[in-house]
């Protein structure tokens, strides 16, 4: 790892006063392109994040990914001379990530309003659970009800069973990617239009999964109907599915363009299906759906899983097994991407991570520091940056302020 700043967005502070997941992942991506992350943590408690598992001798392993390429500084804010110093730092930040309940930082005279007089070129990225507007603004808003309240969980799982909720926090990372596209958009006006002033950029969790599913929305709008639940691909293309092969591997195949099914019908050599008026369009085969599985399951069961894979590969069948982490860590593909590195651990030694994408030919993001400690870069961001004396910090520590 390195100190040296690289990635396309070298050059850019970001104050980072977010915690758990959502907001903080939009400031993990955008240090992992290069920018200069200082995360405020409060003292002695720190980012919730912090305490979560899964855990290795009572350390958080979710921290390391999440946080590297971040400084810590230790601040409250809720104090008036916490937030003077909080006011200094934003004098020099490009962008503020936040996800406090709406109206919170407001209430401590550290709102958009405020700042922007100290600094008229700031974006503010804002995440909170149902937006910054609404009758639900200042609703709690975490990412499973977040979920819920998008209308995916609706969809997922069996229809004979309840709703299933995704297994890990996939809206919060969903919600910082969202957001971290809109702070770099802001960016991108701001210093292309030579403009002197920046913006809010807000969005809330459940926002980023409804904006996936522009299908759904069409569906109910012109045709009236209520998706129900399904396990797989659902009235988009057929055939589709997850099927199991001879040796009992999981896999999942989907045809959605009409070339792919032609493809398809050749590797079962059955490209008399390729004419057959039930099978002609997309539209007939959703209709005749049964029988194309009954084909399909029956081709998969009879063949193990690198001879099925070997085969749909040869004629350009969108295929894949089902892939456990186990078997994605030994994966030559995986390797060769880079898409698990190794980082070091204070405590642990080192820790493997996910890689870091997009990939940049000209500017590529690096990893350039470990996730730090509680407070590990007060010294450097008060005593260096702000100029403060060592007196002033341990006074302020003695008070409860860093």
């Excluded at 969980?153 to 919060?172: A, E, I, M």
């Excluded at 929305?217 to 129900?228: C, F, I, N």
């Excluded at 390729?274 to 085969?285: A, G, K, M, Q, S």
């Amino acid at each position: 790892m390195s100190e040296t700043q690289t990635g396309p967005l070298s050059g850019i502070r970001v104050i980072d006063a977010s915690t758990v997941l959502a907001a903080p992942f939009t400031a993990s991506l955008l240090g992992d392109m290069g920018a200069e992350v200082i995360k405020i943590e409060l003292p002695e408690k720190g980012d919730p994040l912090r305490g979560l598992g899964p855990y290795k001798d009572e350390e958080p392993l979710r921290w390391p990914g999440m946080s590297r390429n971040k400084e810590s500084i230790t601040l409250d804010i809720r104090k008036p001379e916490g937030q003077d110093i909080f006011k200094d730092l934003i004098k020099t930040a490009d962008v503020l990530i936040e996800n406090f309940r709406p109206g919170t930082l407001e209430k401590w005279g550290i709102g958009y309003e405020d700042l922007k007089k100290i600094n008229s070129r700031l974006v503010m990225s804002r995440q909170s659970g149902y937006g910054q507007t609404g009758p639900y603004a200042e609703k709690a808003g975490f990412g499973t009800p977040g979920t819920a309240f998008s209308g995916y969980t609706y969809l997922q799982g069996f229809k004979d069973r309840h709703p299933v909720s995704p297994s890990f926090s996939l809206l919060d990372y969903i919600s910082g990617i969202f957001m971290a596209f809109g702070t770099v958009s802001a960016l991108y006006n701001r210093d292309t239009n030579n403009d002197s002033e920046g913006q809010v950029v807000e969005m809330g969790l459940y926002e980023a999964m409804f904006r996936m599913m522009d299908f759904l929305v069409a569906e109910h709008d012109q045709l009236g109907e209520v998706r129900e639940r399904a396990p797989m691909l659902h009235g988009h293309s057929s055939p589709a599915g997850t099927y199991q092969t001879k040796d009992n591997h999981w896999v999942v195949m989907v045809c959605s363009t009409q070339r792919t099914w032609e493809r398809l019908a050749q590797a079962l050599d059955r490209e008399d299906l390729i004419d057959d008026p039930r099978y002609l369009t997309n539209v007939e085969r959703m209709e005749n759906d049964q029988d194309l599985q009954d084909l399909v399951t029956e081709f998969i069961a009879n063949r193990d899983k690198e001879e099925l894979t070997e085969i749909l590969d040869h004629y350009g069948v969108p295929v894949s097994p089902i892939l456990s982490i186990e078997e994605i860590f030994k994966h030559p593909h995986y390797q060769a991407r880079e898409n698990i590195v190794e980082v070091e651990h204070p405590r642990l030694g080192s820790i493997k991570v996910p890689g870091i994408v997009p990939k940049f030919s000209k500017t590529p993001g690096q990893i350039r520091h470990r996730a730090p400690d509680l407070g590990e870069d007060n010294e450097k961001i008060y005593g260096q940056q702000l100029e403060m004396t060592d007196k002033k910090i341990t006074e302020l520590k003695e008070k409860g302020i860093i």
